[in-house]
């Protein structure tokens, strides 16, 4: 890694985009569970990146891009707000094609945050922005030994690789015995 690439706040430094058409916070209203869905770690890995010391306010000074879109809770949210899920896929679709920060590298410097194994939950649209993408997702991309199988998650995948994140604790769970 060169000299000054994990930036002076001790990370590699990210920019979260800030965009209205990535904003899916309003799907967490209609689908009030979250919170005990092991499957919405992107909700929380969110909250955690917005708030981390390495994220920067300008893209100029990012070497990361995170994609900020809850593919899985806006998929469990449905019809939200006068909105269904394939229309806010759309929307952040729309908003990525569009981005300087996506054409200047193809996405390679791009993330996504989930961790559903639903791929078909992207939808259309984001797929073929994503291909370059890391996802951080939380299965392992090889079987134990190294071997990648037929009906393997990692073979549905799009995307480039991926960063493996732990299963959201469900909080109730937490509390027994």
């Not at 000074?61 to 899985?72: D, E, N, S, T």
């Not at 991309?141 to 690789?161: E, N, Q």
Request: contains cysteine; charged residues 20%.
């Amino acid at each position: 890694m060169p000299p000054g690439a994990l930036g002076d706040r001790g990370g590699l430094p990210f920019y979260i985009y800030p965009e209205v058409a990535f904003d899916q916070s309003a799907a967490l209203e209609c689908h009030p569970g979250w919170l005990y869905d092991d499957q919405a770690a992107e909700v929380a890995m969110l909250k955690l990146l917005r708030s981390h010391p390495a994220r920067v306010h300008t893209p100029e000074a990012a070497k990361l891009f995170v994609v900020p879109i809850m593919p899985y809770v806006s998929s469990a949210a449905g019809l939200c707000h006068g909105e269904t899920h394939d229309m806010r896929m759309s929307r952040a679709a729309t908003a990525l094609r569009n981005s300087p920060w996506l054409k200047r590298r193809q996405g390679h410097d791009h993330l996504l945050v989930t961790n559903t194994f639903r791929v078909k939950l992207f939808g259309a649209s984001l797929k073929p922005l994503l291909t370059n993408a890391t996802v951080a997702w939380f299965e392992q991309p090889r079987l134990p030994g190294g071997a990648r199988a037929k009906g393997v998650l990692f073979s549905l995948a799009f995307w480039r690789c991926t960063v493996v994140i732990p299963y959201l604790a469900n909080p109730f769970c937490a509390h027994q015995r």
